[in-house]
């Protein structure tokens, strides 16, 4: 949206100091009188909604099918969410859950989206929509988590909430580059990022003034990183000394236009209040030709925003114990497109994934490909029951879930014992020789890492054909890419002769993803990325390398062990700011101070990583990779850090031993004294 022509009506809501400090009680009335206005409208929008259910309810009864030639679904008219028509509430099936029946006769949609569009407080009847409580039951968790079972105390104190981490501040200080919003796909408005420009023109809250009541001004989009944008009041023109950075995603942001249309007044700010006494001239001039937000930009946003997976619902997902099965959990927790999982047959058990990851699935599917499956002996007590899933208990429906690429198997289709190369889901940073242990259906493969297997296959793990997590053989040799060798392979590795020493042929290359994607990423591009290893964290990142359309991503502050390769599709990355606009924790970079590197000869062996969920060690000590060597059942010597070395002071006493002792005068009798034999 660009302005070209402004009228000067558009401009006569600029109000300055003088006017609010003269007329403070006139402004607080008319702000009064436009909030009960508001509420009026609030309400009458209400119950013109109210008069049209009829009407909604047979356009959403239209939109009912079936699925598997037998299931019909249904779309709840309050909540949006989509299930099976028969687990719906009442005989006409409308609303999921007794508590959406309610909330539909008091609430309005439209009216709740057009208070929350025009930046009001939410009223009493839009509490069921509103989604403050994010931010504080994922705070409060993590920090449970963090305090009651004994998680390190690095995590705890260098969490994002604690200590404040400023995303703007911190790309200030290392002169760095963040991803833009486009690069991510499963993010709100990716597809709508292009609109966002530098040098744009937004209303924004005033945070330079001293008035009593909330007052807007212009700004201009200086740098963007994400979804934070670093902006200059107007009227500062050339001076970065008041730059700020905010998030665009928050409610205090508007287009241009915003203020007028909804009778907000915009003040110059203190400190630059007295450089001109026609500020309506100067925007005049400052507007013409510029660009701002669309209008429609925070409708999009909340559109958004939500997700289809409701807590309640049953789904199947890897087990972090035994990544070669899955097991049956329940949704407790949506953020942001985020899952919060509890296994059913295990008490304080729970795993976090996108809901676009391939670890997770529809109840049922594991039973469908061949894929072993761990069936829960005994369900937790009182799931039924549980607080968070009086509103839904039903299976998560399969169109829900992420579609994989259709793939066709013929006659080059993978076999047994085929091989290739594969990211280690054990240690994320390594590219390793690898082989088919057994095809599954629908194109999903079971692969082991040749070397490091078990014998009952307990550490195989599932890959799609289409995975961008497999890869031909030679492809590391290619792309310049350190491939780990099986262990015990002390020839210099070469694929011709391991193939012809195991017996065995490669994998066709022409059954590996080959098509590239423009992402937009670049080395050095920093960004917010799950710790796979401990997936319900999300840490800074940073890009540090891009093979084709697989990223390195480097954990800031942490040795290069942690890195991990993924899929420039991944679910598991996000833009800069994304915790910051749903309410998830961001774990801030590790102080570099405090890791002390060991010397070759005090290094302790490594161990090996565990799966998916297991708690990170501290920065000074050194998580292994799988198919590192130590013997076993001895004691790797450690180097006592600085900090726990305690001085002692020693006093030195000379006794002359020609002088006889007197017995009496000793605490212990001589006689149990133990005598040294003489030569």
């Not at 109210?50 to 009407?55: F, G, I, K, R």
């Not at 949506?334 to 296994?343: A, D, K, N, Q, S």
């Not at 405090?594 to 000590?621: D, M, N, V, W």
């Not at 305690?646 to 212990?668: C, F, G, M, R, Y």
Request: proline share 5%.
């Amino acid at each position: 949206m660009s302005f070209m022509d402004v009228e000067d009506d558009d401009c006569s809501v600029f109000d300055g100091y003088d006017s609010l400090e003269d007329d403070g009680s006139d402004s607080n009335r008319n702000l009064t009188t436009d909030d009960s206005s508001n509420d009026l409208e609030d309400e009458e929008l209400g119950q013109v909604q109210d008069m049209d259910t009829e009407s909604i309810c047979g356009a959403i009864n239209d939109d009912e099918s079936s699925i598997d030639g037998g299931l019909r679904i249904a779309t709840c008219e309050m909540c949006g969410i989509v299930g099976a028509r028969e687990t719906f509430y009442s005989k006409t099936k409308r609303f999921c859950s007794v508590s959406c029946s309610r909330s539909y006769s008091s609430n309005s949609k439209k009216a709740s989206i057009l208070a929350r569009l025009q930046g009001k407080p939410p009223t009493k009847k839009a509490k069921v929509l509103n989604k403050a409580s994010w931010s504080s039951k994922l705070g409060a968790f993590l920090q449970q988590q963090s305090s009651g079972k004994g998680t390190d105390v690095a995590q705890s104190n260098n969490s994002a909430v604690n200590q404040g981490f400023e995303w703007g501040k911190y790309i200030d200080e290392h002169k760095c580059q963040a991803a833009p919003v486009s690069c991510f796909k499963h993010v709100p408005l990716f597809d709508q990022w292009e609109d966002v420009l530098e040098g744009m023109k937004v209303e924004v809250l005033n945070l330079d003034c001293n008035l009593p009541n909330k007052v807007y001004w212009i700004a201009q989009v200086i740098k963007l990183a994400g979804y934070k944008a670093l902006l200059r009041y107007e009227g500062f023109e050339n001076n970065p000394k008041r730059d700020f950075w905010y998030n665009l995603g928050t409610a205090d942001i508007h287009p241009i236009g915003w203020c007028a249309t909804f009778g907000k007044p915009l003040v110059p700010p203190q400190t630059v209040r007295n450089k001109t006494t026609d500020w309506r001239a100067y925007l005049l001039k400052r507007l013409i030709g510029s660009k701002t937000l669309p209008v429609d930009f925070h409708y999009k946003m909340v559109e958004s925003m939500k997700y289809p997976f409701r807590p309640g619902m049953r789904v199947e997902v890897v087990d972090k114990t035994q990544i070669s099965r899955t097991r049956t959990a329940v949704v407790d927790t949506v953020i942001g497109g985020r899952l919060r999982l509890l296994y059913e047959d295990c008490e304080d058990d729970d795993f976090w994934c996108h809901m676009w990851s391939p670890l997770i699935h529809s109840v049922g599917w594991s039973k469908r490909v061949g894929h072993k499956v761990k069936h829960p002996g005994v369900t937790r007590a009182g799931i039924n029951s549980y607080p968070t899933f009086r509103k839904i208990f039903c299976y998560a429906l399969p169109h829900l879930f992420k579609k994989v690429r259709a793939v066709y198997a013929n006659d080059d289709w993978f076999e047994e014992g085929m091989k290739l190369e594969a990211i280690d889901p054990l240690n994320l940073s390594t590219i390793c020789v690898a082989s088919v242990r057994k095809v599954l259906l629908d194109g999903y493969l079971m692969i082991g890492i040749d070397g490091c297997e078990a014998a009952d296959g307990t550490d195989w793990f599932c890959y799609h054909a289409s995975s961008c997590c497999i890869f031909p053989v030679g492809f590391c040799k290619k792309n310049d890419i350190e491939l780990t060798t099986p262990r015990g392979w002390e020839k210099c590795f070469d694929w011709d002769t391991y193939l012809r020493d195991t017996g065995s042929k490669a994998a066709p290359a022409s059954l590996f993803i080959r098509d590239i994607p423009y992402h937009g990423f670049e080395p050095g591009m920093k960004l917010e990325a799950v710790d796979l290893m401990e997936p319900r964290l999300i840490c800074v990142a940073t890009v540090t390398r891009i093979v084709n359309r697989l990223l390195r991503i480097h954990f800031d502050g942490w040795s290069d062990e942690y890195d991990q390769w993924v899929d420039c599709e991944s679910s598991d990355l996000y833009p800069v700011g994304w915790c910051e606009l749903t309410g998830y924790q961001l774990q801030m970079p590790v102080d570099p101070a405090l890791e002390k590197p060991a010397t070759k000869s005090t290094e302790a062996p490594k161990t090996k990583r565990k799966p998916y969920g297991k708690k990170k060690r501290k920065p000074i000590q050194k998580v292994a990779k799988r198919g590192t060597k130590s013997k076993p059942g001895t004691l790797a010597k450690e180097e006592l850090p600085e900090d726990e070395i305690i001085a002692v002071q020693v006093k030195e006493e000379t006794v002359d031993s020609s002088t006889p002792l007197d017995p009496s005068n000793l605490l212990i009798p001589v006689e149990n004294i133990k005598q040294e034999p003489v030569d």
